[in-house]
RNA sequence: GCGCCCAUAGCUCAGCCUGGAUAGAGCGCCGGGCUACGGACCCGGGUGCGGGGGUUCAAAUCCUCCUGGGCGCACCA
């Protein structure tokens, strides 16, 4: 609203910039209250291609601007700021808006519908998820979360490697148990494959290995949506690579070809990379490489399926691949900018002083189950949010399990609980007109600001492909509702004063329950 | 050697994309706070942008070099 009044004051100016010159973002909030709420910076942007003083322009520009007239004030501030400040009964007023929208506040038409499929998880099926599978999981979750909150279609898929000589591994290693033989080499031993053997000799499957290949993944994958339910998600689709064979492949390789995209080289099958770096498509044993199976599986996503956009949640370790996925994408004319590639980087995970790496190539395994059970997909899913996903993290697990103030998770939930108990309590108070006027001390005013920037929290981080950003406000706006709790007795003998902080403590419910469910954590009304 | 990520308070991390007015949070530490809706809370206390150059009226933020950590660079998965 307010960008849009700047712009429209813009041509007052008696120099117009150029459209191409100004930047995206006219209207920031301010870092220090005494500046007021919002500042535009743009006076001092203009001066070097205006050549004139910053603070001339701020003048010129702030008088054009008309806002809505309770609006709030303007006030321009050397070296050439214009500061906004928002009047009290302005933001007294959005507090029936936000109660009255209910869950639906926070969300936007941002997407329009259009469509974008977010991909993650999609771990090998080897046997449950171990934990350093969840912060993918759970970023990716999150993602979909602030799509669907913005108005994209959103497909949440898992894609399922069921091609390729690890998927022989399987069933040979079952198989080996069954009949008492060594493991084969590469091959798995452990629980998982004793099980697997002991229920295909109790229903009396004979020891075949495409089909003990073929239990070993639907059991596999029962597994995986086991631990991912218990985390709070669900994917909509389940695709699995061997959909790729042969009709992907062979319309793909055609057009490769035809391109002269394709070279034939020592008993392998190469694609031409203008990077000078050829890669193999199809090993000389006749096994497709996961970099061909990439390249059939996203031209799929776009062509074939046509998603107009893609997010992608891959572990550091896949870093490398992205360039050469994004070259083949371009070569099969398919604008790489529509796939978007969030790197999850690597967590360890620390117990008392000691610190374990979770990478694949280390082969720890703590099971993601076994974590579940020990912290709580809560805790879980909210200390991988306080983290930027680029950033490599140590999860504590101490503290994550910890129920106490140390516990950041808690800190949360307990100002939803709070609000939940007083909206009870208060609600054997009399009904009388909420007297709005009254709630003017620092701390109601304070938290009526935060939450009202939660529309443009979940804007931001959807288009930002950024779900931290949802934690740190949450963090923000459970400070807000404590200090105001503690400094603002809601029910008390004056009944319109009463009905006001109702109403004020119920639009903080409302947007903090929103804020923890975009999350996927719980909201209790009582811990 | 090449590519990507990271380096901000004692510790764990936001802020960097899109430069702006005294750089933030949690934990830990010290000191305070309940006659009333839940003390898993609130209030006060402070030290910091890895280093060097550069661009700019203005740099944690942009460019560059360096240092230190992580992950890749397979006819593995």
Not at 429 to 457: I, N
Request: hydrophobic residues 45%.
């Amino acid at each position: 609203m307010i960008d849009q009044a700047v712009r429209r004051a813009l041509p007052s100016l008696s120099e117009w910039p150029a459209d191409g010159e100004l930047p995206p973002i006219l209207v920031e909030g301010t870092q220090n209250p005494a500046h007021g709420d919002y500042s535009v910076t743009l006076p001092l942007k203009l001066a070097r291609t205006l050549r004139r003083p910053p603070i001339a322009i701020a003048n010129e520009l702030a008088s054009a601007l008309t806002l809505p007239p309770s609006f709030g004030r303007i006030a321009v501030a050397a070296p050439g700021f214009i500061n906004i400040t928002v009047e009290p009964a302005w933001l007294q007023s959005q507090l029936r808006p936000i109660v009255d929208a209910a869950e639906q506040w926070g969300k936007s038409d941002l997407g329009r519908g259009r469509s974008v499929q977010v991909e993650f998880v999609s771990s090998n099926p080897t046997g449950p998820l171990l934990f350093s599978h969840a912060r993918g999981a759970v970023v990716g979750d999150v993602v979909a979360r602030l799509l669907d909150a913005t108005s994209f279609a959103t497909q949440r898929e898992y894609y399922v490697n069921d091609q390729g000589r690890q998927i022989r591994l399987f069933g040979e290693s079952v198989r080996a148990r069954m009949l008492g033989q060594p493991v084969p080499e590469g091959g798995y031993s452990g629980d998982f494959v004793g099980s697997l053997a002991d229920e295909a000799k109790k229903s009396g499957l004979s020891p075949n290995t495409d089909a003990l290949s073929e239990l070993w993944l639907k059991r596999a994958l029962e597994l995986i949506a086991a631990d991912l339910e218990r985390l709070g998600i669900r994917h909509d689709a389940w695709f699995y690579e061997s959909k790729l064979y042969p009709t992907d492949a062979d319309e793909t390789m055609a057009r490769l070809t035809q391109l002269g995209r394709i070279v034939e080289r020592d008993g392998a099958i190469w694609f031409k990379s203008d990077t000078g770096k050829d890669e193999v498509l199809i090993r000389r044993d006749g096994y497709p490489t996961y970099f061909w199976s990439d390249i059939l599986y996203h031209r799929n996503k776009f062509e074939k399926r046509g998603f107009e956009r893609v997010v992608d949640v891959w572990g550091a370790d896949h870093q490398g691949q992205i360039g050469r996925v994004k070259e083949a994408l371009a070569v099969l004319a398919i604008d790489p900018q529509r796939l978007s590639v969030l790197v999850v980087q690597l967590v360890s995970v620390k117990r008392g002083e000691e610190s374990i790496r979770m990478s694949r190539r280390a082969g720890v395994g703590i099971s993601l189950a076994e974590m579940l059970d020990e912290v709580g997909p809560d805790a879980l899913r909210y200390f991988f949010l306080l983290r930027s996903a680029d950033a490599q993290m140590e999860f504590d697990v101490d503290l994550a399990r910890r129920q106490s103030n140390e516990n950041p998770v808690y800190y949360a939930q307990y100002a939803h609980a709070r609000l939940a108990n007083v909206l009870s309590f208060g609600a054997q108070a009399g009904s009388a007109p909420p007297a709005l006027e009254h709630l003017d001390s620092e701390w109601e005013l304070e938290l009526m600001r935060v939450m009202l920037r939660w529309p443009d929290v979940v804007r931001e981080a959807a288009e930002a492909l950024e779900p931290h950003r949802l934690a740190f406000y949450t963090d923000e706006l459970a400070a807000a509702i404590h200090r105001f709790y503690k400094n603002c007795r809601v029910v008390t003998e004056d009944a319109p004063l009463t009905a006001a902080r109702l109403l004020l403590s119920r639009a903080a419910r409302t947007t903090i329950a929103n804020a923890l469910g975009l999350m996927g954590v719980s909201a209790p009304s009582r811990m």
